[in-house]
């Protein structure tokens, strides 16, 4: 079956071409604007799920995949800061702290109408950062499109003291050993395609 990312997030694109199948990918228009009193887990978890379905008309004999992610600071929810100012005030808040971001990641399969939904949690301890080390690295990386204000899979690993979860994957965007065990239950054994695409 055809394979769709529904996102064009570059992030979420580099993630799936390491698992070396080939895909499409998919803009889902949807309004991301959480609802009254929706927690991060069900914000996440109804996004990537709209985002899947947002792809149904288009490509009725795929296996979709949706995803979205927050990252939560205490109780409150962390966007994307967008500016130079926000992303300042965001790292502040989070020096010395825990940040959790949870990913939701939803496989539709446009043929048949299965779901699987899941929603997998990643948590970072943030180094205690001085004023001049978040410049620095704000003006280094320029994060304003990353939820947390930060890039982890590059110089953003330097704000760290720790991090914890299963799949690290998860923390960039889209966890990539929860949707292979997803895609397996689809009939697609990643492992197997590659090797058959090895065999001359």
Do not use: W
């Amino acid at each position: 079956m055809q394979l769709v990312l529904a996102s064009t997030s570059p992030f979420r694109r580099e993630l799936l071409s390491r698992l070396q199948v080939p895909f499409d990918t998919f803009s889902p228009n949807v309004d991301e604007t959480r609802l009254k009193d929706e927690s991060a887990v069900a914000l996440v978890r109804r996004l990537a799920e709209a985002k899947a379905e947002a792809a149904i008309t288009r490509f009725p004999d795929a296996l979709v995949i949706g995803s979205d992610q927050v990252a939560v600071l205490g109780n409150k929810i962390l966007g994307k800061p967008h500016t130079h100012d926000v992303a300042v005030k965001q790292l502040k808040a989070a020096s010395g702290k825990r940040v959790v971001f949870q990913t939701g990641l939803c496989l539709l399969n446009t043929a048949t109408g299965h779901t699987q939904v899941e929603v997998i949690a990643f948590s970072v301890d943030f180094r205690k950062l001085s004023d001049t080390q978040i410049e620095n690295y704000l003006r280094a990386e320029q994060p304003y499109n990353c939820a947390g204000s930060f890039k982890s899979e590059a110089l953003g690993v330097a704000l760290f003291e720790s991090m914890e979860g299963e799949d690290p994957t998860a923390l960039i965007g889209l966890p990539l050993i929860r949707l292979t065990r997803m895609l397996e239950n689809e009939g697609l054994d990643i492992l197997d395609h590659a090797l058959r695409d090895q065999i001359p």
